[in-house]
Nanobody
């Protein structure tokens, strides 16, 4: 299984970035997996940014609600994270994660996910 996240970079506060994650090698079809974005800043725990089920039902971390939007394209095996109104506190490594048997009430726990990408750095300057 490979989750390839890309699209990170350096942006000024108030700007936007769009991350994408391409998935391959799943045993089951891509649509069977719940896909999520986590982030981890230096010295902090990994936290949920957004998660999306195959039918489009999604959930967001409190700090990004109203600014970030996640979407998925089951035909292309990709998931995206549109990040608007970026703040310096959004600076982190962003990871794509996947799991097929996720309990919706536990989506915020990184330990629940079987598959992880390598991460992409997002840096927001003030």
């Amino acid at each position: 299984v490979q989750l390839q996240a890309y699209g990170g970079g350096l942006v000024q506060a108030g700007g936007s970035l769009r991350l994408s994650c391409a998935a391959s090698g799943f045993t089951y079809r891509f649509s069977a997996y719940t896909m999520a974005w986590f982030r981890q800043a230096p010295g902090k725990q990994r936290e949920l940014v957004a998660v999306i089920k195959t039918g489009g039902n999604s959930k967001y971390g409190e700090s990004v609600k109203g600014r970030f939007t996640t979407s998925r394209d089951n035909a292309k095996n990709t998931v995206a994270l549109q990040m608007n109104s970026l703040k310096p506190d959004d600076t982190a490594v962003y990871y794509c994660a996947a799991d097929r048997n996720l309990i919706w009430g536990r989506v915020q726990f990184s330990s629940e996910y079987d598959y992880w990408g390598q991460g992409t750095q997002v840096t927001v300057s003030s």
